[in-house]
């Protein structure tokens, strides 16, 4: 069990768990998920966290195959900047490990915004809370339980 699976088990949401065996080597550990999983890569969505004017983390939730656009987090956060948070501070923050960073659960809350492509989907994937292991669930559900919002912020 991981804090991800404890906060949908507690919110009482359907959702469904995809284990896989991660292989460290792997590139890209989204693009891993999609392929093992044999699921359309566009519904795997990876979870990143940045630093808004140097000061609040903020999570960014976007599709595997894409790019977060800082401009676009700092935007829809009514931020002026975002930079790519430090390694050490996400996993201190979040509580979990790069690679198994889920948007649920995480040690603090932090402000989320889940790119506007989620919502065409009736379900996607996150991470669950450690690499080789992917939660899916309903757009609506993740926004529900992480407090995001959507916007659009892939590039």
Known sequence: MTPAINSAKHAGIVFH???YPHDAAAASYGLEAAEKLGVA???VFKTLVVKLDGKQLAVGIVPVKGQLGLKQIAKAAGA???AMADPAEVERTTGYVLGGVSPLGQKKR???YIDASA???STLYVSAGRRGLEIELSPSDLASLSHGRFAVLAI
């Open 17 to 19: 768990l995809h284990e």
């Open 41 to 43: 890569v566009e519904q």
């Open 80 to 82: 002026k900047k975002a």
């Open 110 to 112: 932090l402000p989320t």
């Open 119 to 121: 919502q065409q989907f």
